[in-house]
């Protein structure tokens, strides 16, 4: 009898310490749980095996559809480059200018490209990587026009598209110029190849785009306005997944095959470095 009551007073005491036991372990593993850090983008495409990119594919050549409905383009070929690296499948994601940012944040996307220029104020709700591309603003001139630079403009006509303050940015170098209005890129394009304006305005990168479209355009070689350093938008706070990222724009810039790409698109050799020098 002294015996069994002894079993039964360890057996009970051994399953109060248990008892105990998880209930003095449970919140702390609750708690490590709920403060750990989110898994990084990173991770989380390896383990899917999909890297999807948002990309505007309404902006010709950084982004568009080919004739069979494919999305193409520069950014299109450093996503290719970049799934491969990774050795995932790439999804391409429709995005606006609009819906860069929230896109990020809703987790609809992995990284944005998408001529996302780097600035102060969209680093308060996202995070940057190395710039990949750098974009100025210069003028569309017919070869044969003898203008150089935005000087040779004096008493001329720069072609703008409606609601643009891009002639403005002549006007502020003191330069008398008459400002002739659009309703689209291609109508003032057009009205430069016609001759019904000198110049048309616009971010270069898009410029040598239409000028290697048409031999007899070509774009001046100067920055009319402080440069623009495009990168990959990602969410907040992912170090992991910039840090990855700027390992292979290191890599595809250091090969040549950024410039190799650039030149595909847009018919010359990157106007600018895309490290500033200070």
Not at 35 to 60: I, N
Not at 129 to 149: C, D, F, H, W
Not at 161 to 166: D, P, R
Not at 171 to 180: A, S, T
């Amino acid at each position: 009898m002294k015996t069994t009551s002894l079993k039964v007073s360890l057996n009970a005491l051994a399953g109060a310490l248990v008892l105990l036991t998880l209930a003095g372990c449970t919140p702390t593993e609750e708690k490590k749980e709920a403060g750990a850090a989110p898994q990084s983008a990173l991770q989380t495409v390896l383990q899917r095996g999909t890297l999807r990119v948002g990309d505007c594919l309404s902006f010709a050549p950084f982004g568009f559809y080919d004739k069979d409905g494919n999305p193409d383009g520069y950014d299109v070929d450093l996503a290719k480059a970049l799934a491969k690296e990774m050795g995932v499948k790439l999804e391409m994601v429709n995005t606006t200018s609009a819906n860069r940012i929230p896109n990020l944040q809703t987790n609809k996307v992995d990284v944005v490209f998408c001529n996302f220029t780097r600035n102060l104020e969209r680093a308060k709700e996202i995070g940057f990587t190395n710039p990949y591309v750098v974009a100025s603003e210069a003028m569309l001139v017919r070869k044969n026009s003898g203008i150089q630079s935005a000087h040779d403009m004096g008493g001329k006509t720069i072609a703008t598209v409606k609601g643009s303050t891009n002639g403005d940015e002549v006007r502020n170098l003191g330069i008398d110029v008459k400002i002739q209005e659009y309703d689209s890129s291609q109508a003032a394009i057009l009205a430069v190849k016609q001759g019904q304006a000198d110049a048309m305005i616009e971010d270069n990168n898009f410029l040598a785009y239409q000028a290697k479209l048409d031999p007899t355009l070509t774009v001046t070689n100067e920055a009319l306005v402080p440069l623009e350093y495009n990168a990959f938008g990602v969410k907040q706070g992912d170090q992991a997944w910039i840090n990855y990222l700027n390992e292979f724009l290191f890599e595809i810039n250091a090969s040549g095959e950024n410039a190799q790409l650039y030149q595909k698109w847009f018919g010359n050799k990157p106007r600018y470095p895309l490290n500033p020098q200070y």
